[in-house]
């Protein structure tokens, strides 16, 4: 089978390597020569091309039976609607803000499989979500905690960013949405600040973000929140920013010149959140799902710590992300997950054996998932 990756920055060159050692005939493409010269010298085949114009992505992807999206998200909904419009099956990561349900109409018009959200959170949380969701009578509760971190808190911000920071400035800035008590409830985003134990990391900053996305359909489980998490300390220097406007898009006139606060604050930003060549990092996923069956009530918690792979040079986020991602990939390619129109993860999750392809295929990744069970007193 013949795939193309959309965009080739860390994430979208760990995608194509592991496609391309399972056996596909894949391609990568980035309007940046630099971004693709690692996979040419690797021996993958690469396109240059401006995948901002669509025209440009539904002439490329009509050569392929496959396509990924690995975009930033300010580039992932249009591209998602061209490669479903030139009937191409698309498996796509670029978390954007626009409603991929909106493209369902169009999927299934032109009978493409198109699943959406498919990293490590939203992605694998929502796989781990639908796979219980399926086998339970209720669902009472779910709580994920996600952070991708360097190894260690160095810097003036204790962060680094390991995909798009303009992404991250996203989960600085997007109101949250999460369900408390059965009702939807939106706040700013950086609200609700707790903290998280973890084990060989140490005490993490939790804050909700809007990471919910499609599992807000879900309204029958009354409790659900996502929680991103942080060195202790950027909370409230990304508060700070924000709060006296430096994140914001709405443009200033300084003197004779208009300006968004949030393009001066980026660029200087961002160079401090570069990683360097080799330097290490990390993702910590703690998910926690309370169900009923049979008239028992039980948490099972799942609980990931992945490190960046210093032999093959691969961080840890391009690991837990692409992964997850090549993982439907291979359930989509196969026929396992076939359902036409634009699905979210936890509806792969859903189909019987799923959940446990992605977890052993992760395994096979030395990325590991663990579970630990206990049970919960009757609602």
Same mark, same amino acid.
């Given at each position: 089978?013949?795939?193309?990756?959309?965009?080739?920055?860390?994430?979208?060159?760990?995608?194509?390597?592991?496609?391309?050692?399972?056996?596909?005939?894949?391609?990568?493409?980035?309007?940046?020569?630099?971004?693709l010269?690692?996979?040419?010298?690797?021996?993958?085949?690469?396109v240059?091309?401006?995948?901002?114009?669509?025209?440009?992505?539904?002439?490329?992807?009509?050569?392929? /039976?496959?396509?990924?999206?690995?975009?930033?998200?300010?580039?992932?909904?249009r591209?998602?609607?061209?490669?479903?419009?030139?009937?191409?099956? =698309?498996v796509?990561?670029?978390?954007?803000?626009? /409603?991929?349900?909106g493209?369902?109409?169009?999927?299934?018009?032109?009978?493409?499989?198109a699943?959406?959200?498919?990293?490590?959170?939203?992605?694998?949380s929502?796989?781990?979500?639908?796979?219980?969701?399926?086998?339970?009578?209720?669902?009472?509760?779910?709580?994920?905690?996600?952070?991708?971190?360097?190894?260690?808190?160095s810097?003036? $911000?204790?962060?680094?960013?390991?995909?798009?920071?303009?992404?991250? =400035?996203?989960?600085?800035?997007?109101?949250?949405r999460?369900?408390t008590?059965?009702?939807?409830?939106t706040?700013?985003?950086?609200?609700?600040?707790?903290?998280?134990?973890?084990?060989?990391?140490?005490?993490?900053?939790?804050?909700?973000?809007?990471?919910?996305?499609?599992?807000?359909?879900e309204d029958?489980?009354?409790? $659900?929140?996502? $929680?991103?998490?942080?060195?202790? @300390?950027?909370?409230?220097? $990304?508060?700070?920013?924000r709060e006296?406007?430096?994140?914001?898009?709405?443009?200033?006139?300084?003197?004779?010149?208009? =300006?968004?606060?949030?393009?001066?604050?980026?660029?200087?930003?961002?160079?401090l959140?570069?990683?360097?060549?080799?330097?290490?990092?990390?993702t910590?996923?703690?998910?926690?799902?309370?169900?009923?069956?049979?008239?028992?009530?039980?948490?099972?918690?799942?609980?990931?710590?992945?490190?960046?792979?210093?032999e093959? @040079?691969?961080?840890?986020?391009a690991?837990?992300?692409?992964?997850?991602?090549?993982?439907?990939?291979?359930?989509?390619? /196969?026929?396992?997950?076939?359902?036409?129109?634009?699905?979210?993860?936890?509806?792969?999750?859903?189909?019987?054996?799923?959940?446990?392809?992605?977890r052993?295929?992760?395994?096979?990744? @030395?990325?590991?998932?663990?579970?630990?069970?206990?049970p919960?007193?009757?609602?």
């Amino acid at each position: 089978m013949r795939v193309v990756v959309l965009g080739a920055g860390r994430v979208g060159q760990a995608i194509a390597l592991d496609l391309a050692a399972s056996g596909f005939a894949v391609a990568a493409t980035d309007s940046d020569p630099m971004a693709l010269a690692p996979l040419a010298a690797r021996g993958l085949a690469t396109v240059r091309a401006d995948l901002a114009d669509r025209d440009a992505v539904v002439q490329l992807v009509a050569e392929f /039976d496959l396509v990924v999206g690995a975009l930033p998200a300010a580039l992932g909904y249009r591209t998602v609607e061209a490669v479903i419009d030139a009937g191409r099956a =698309i498996v796509d990561i670029s978390f954007f803000e626009e /409603d991929p349900f909106g493209l369902d109409a169009l999927a299934r018009e032109r009978g493409v499989v198109a699943v959406v959200d498919a990293g490590v959170a939203p992605g694998l949380s929502n796989i781990i979500y639908g796979h219980f969701a399926a086998g339970a009578d209720r669902v009472r509760r779910l709580v994920c905690y996600v952070g991708g971190l360097p190894a260690e808190p160095s810097g003036l $911000m204790r962060y680094k960013a390991p995909f798009s920071p303009a992404d991250v =400035i996203e989960l600085y800035t997007r109101p949250a949405r999460y369900r408390t008590g059965g009702v939807l409830t939106t706040v700013p985003a950086l609200s609700e600040i707790t903290s998280l134990d973890v084990p060989g990391v140490g005490s993490l900053e939790a804050f909700l973000t809007d990471g919910l996305r499609s599992l807000l359909r879900e309204d029958h489980v009354p409790e $659900m929140r996502e $929680m991103t998490l942080r060195y202790p @300390g950027h909370v409230q220097q $990304m508060l700070l920013l924000r709060e006296i406007g430096l994140l914001s898009t709405a443009p200033l006139t300084v003197g004779s010149t208009r =300006i968004s606060p949030r393009a001066v604050v980026t660029t200087l930003l961002f160079p401090l959140w570069e990683f360097a060549p080799g330097e290490p990092d990390l993702t910590v996923l703690h998910v926690e799902i309370d169900v009923e069956q049979g008239g028992s009530a039980e948490r099972h918690t799942f609980d990931l710590l992945d490190r960046h792979d210093a032999e093959s @040079g691969t961080s840890s986020m391009a690991r837990t992300t692409g992964y997850t991602c090549t993982a439907i990939v291979q359930l989509v390619a /196969d026929g396992t997950y076939g359902r036409t129109g634009v699905s979210a993860p936890e509806d792969v999750g859903r189909v019987e054996g799923c959940f446990d392809r992605v977890r052993s295929y992760l395994e096979a990744r @030395g990325v590991r998932l663990t579970e630990t069970r206990s049970p919960l007193p009757p609602a």
